[in-house]
Every structure is written in structure tokens, then in C-alpha cells.
Nanobody, 125 residues
Framework: QVQLVESGGGLVQAGGSLRLSCAAS????????MGWFRQAPGKEREFVTA????????LYAGAVKGRFTISRDNAKNTVYLQINSLKPEDTAVYYCAAALTVGLPRTSTDAYDYWGQGTQVTVSS
């Protein structure tokens, strides 16, 4: 069974940066497209970014494009999310997800097979 463990969340001031990590185990990491989603209090979980199994294709939600960068290291079974220029509206629990596909990454939660427990990101103004 695939397990995903996020880390790197925390409390940061607006304008600051964080780097989230998601370590995968129990599967062939290079077989998965990986995504990051987030969920703010009282809101639905929303797509943030995703990356194809080989890193060749990335997708970003409009609200984060230019500030967030997804990357992956298949040798370390880890996907990263570099978050810059943080805004209070970025406050949410950030979830890592894995989709068993070598196709293009998807933006829908339904497309993902495995999920991590989430890491809290709080941005103060």
C-alpha cells in the first residue's frame, strides 16, 4: 500500500516562503503522477499543482501560478512544493496525492488514488 507523508508546513508571515515535502513509500514512485491540493476551513479541497511521473509536465492553479513550484526527485521518492510570496489566503491544510498514471497529471481529486494526512500552512498578515 502506498503511503504519503507530508512535512514542512508551519506559520509564516505574508511574503515569506516555505518548502513542503511529500515522501512516498510502498509503491513504484515513478509510476505516479503527483499532486498537491489544499483545503481551507469551511471550503472544499482544491487543486494547487501537479506533476507528471517524469517531471516533464506540470500544472498550476491560477491563484498560485508564478509563486508555487512543484518538483520531484524519483530517486528519493519525494515530491516538493516550493511556496514563495505567501499570502494569508494561502492558509490551508496542504495535501499530497498520488495518481497511478503515466499520462498527463489531472486536477480533479477523483483522479488520485492515494492521499497523505496533510500539513498545515498558516500565513499571518
Amino acid at each position: 500500500q502506498v503511503q504519503l507523508v507530508e512535512s514542512g508546513g508551519g506559520l509564516v508571515q505574508a511574503g515569506g516562503s516555505l518548502r513542503l515535502s511529500c515522501a512516498a513509500s510502498g509503491g513504484t514512485f515513478s509510476s505516479f503522477a503527483m499532486g498537491w491540493f489544499r483545503q481551507a476551513p469551511g471550503k472544499e479541497r482544491e487543486f494547487v499543482t501537479a506533476i507528471r511521473w517524469n517531471g516533464g509536465t506540470t500544472l498550476y492553479a491560477g491563484a498560485v501560478k508564478g509563486r508555487f513550484t512543484i518538483s520531484r526527485d524519483n530517486a528519493k521518492n519525494t515530491v516538493y512544493l516550493q511556496i514563495n510570496s505567501l499570502k494569508p489566503e494561502d492558509t490551508a491544510v496542504y495535501y499530497c496525492a498520488a495518481a497511478l498514471t503515466v499520462g498527463l497529471p489531472r486536477t480533479s481529486t477523483d483522479a488520485y488514488d492515494y492521499w497523505g494526512q496533510g500539513t498545515q500552512v498558516t500565513v499571518s498578515s
